[in-house]
């Protein structure tokens, strides 16, 4: 899966990293209006992946309903045997997943 997505103020890019894990960079707000695209975007990611990379390098808000479908991705990914993890995440949005509690489960260091 390779591509580009562009949804209202969010762009998604998708290419293969290696061994069949798909890295996603999300740029731009994660918010109700995009949450949906988001969230679809990461379920066919995990669609005959061996594992997902999610960089949020480039985003610059993640509010509620941004964190809430990373944390159901991460699970329906789970469920899939897919593993979804979180790189990246700076600034305001690192400190909401860490005030929210799910920093440590979704983010693992590089």
């Not at 731009?28 to 695209?37: Q, S």
């Not at 329906?76 to 920093?103: F, M, Y």
Request: with cysteine.
């Amino acid at each position: 899966m390779t591509g580009e997505e562009v949804r209202a103020r969010v762009k998604i890019r998708s290419h293969v990293i290696n061994d069949g894990v798909i890295r996603l960079a999300v740029a731009g707000e994660i918010d109700l209006e995009v949450a949906d695209d988001l969230y679809e975007a990461l379920i066919r990611a995990c669609h005959g992946a061996a594992g997902v990379v999610v960089d949020l390098a480039e985003v610059s808000l993640c509010d509620s309903t941004g964190i809430g479908v990373l944390v159901r991705a991460w699970s329906a990914a789970h469920r899939r045997g897919v593993d979804l993890i979180v790189i990246n995440p700076r600034g305001i949005v690192r400190r909401s997943l860490q005030v929210t509690g799910v920093l440590d489960s979704l983010v693992r260091m590089q």
